[in-house]
């Protein structure tokens, strides 16, 4: 880590703080983000979200390192150690807001492309 990303990353934070001082304190980010696609730069936190992700996508150049099950280390051994996956089917009850928020979602996906 350069002094140079420590820079950044001390100045992401002071301005992620700011942007968050800057919401509405009922601001709710499942129902006041963007769900639908729409403009967010109204939302403070969020723009400034995007202006650090554009960053660092430049200095990657769009390169990232990705991991998946198979990554193996130089000598050839596994680098994830996980158990087999267990798939198990349960029952959740969701609260009332969950389902507004998901019959709001659902609705607006259909009204945008139905």
Same mark, same amino acid.
């Given at each position: 880590?350069? @002094?140079?990303?420590?820079?950044?990353? =001390?100045?992401?934070?002071?301005?992620?703080?700011?942007?968050?001082?800057?919401?509405? @304190?009922?601001?709710?980010?499942?129902?006041?983000?963007?769900?639908? +696609?729409?403009? /967010?730069?109204?939302?403070?936190?969020?723009?400034?979200?995007?202006?650090?992700?554009?960053?660092?996508?430049?200095?990657?150049?769009?390169?990232?390192?990705?991991?998946?099950?198979?990554?193996?280390?130089?000598? +050839?051994?596994?680098?994830?150690?996980?158990? @087999?996956? =267990?798939?198990?089917? +349960?029952?959740?009850?969701?609260?009332?807001?969950?389902? =507004?928020?998901?019959? /709001?979602?659902?609705?607006?996906?259909? @009204? =945008?492309?139905?």
């Amino acid at each position: 880590m350069s @002094e140079t990303a420590w820079i950044e990353e =001390k100045d992401d934070t002071a301005n992620l703080r700011k942007a968050k001082r800057e919401l509405p @304190e009922d601001y709710d980010p499942l129902l006041d983000s963007d769900v639908a +696609g729409e403009d /967010d730069g109204d939302d403070p936190l969020r723009v400034c979200q995007m202006k650090i992700v554009a960053r660092m996508k430049t200095q990657f150049e769009d390169r990232v390192i990705r991991r998946s099950l198979d990554s193996v280390d130089w000598r +050839g051994h596994q680098l994830l150690n996980l158990p @087999e996956c =267990k798939i198990v089917h +349960g029952r959740l009850d969701l609260t009332e807001r969950e389902l =507004k928020i998901i019959n /709001d979602i659902a609705r607006e996906i259909k @009204e =945008k492309y139905v």
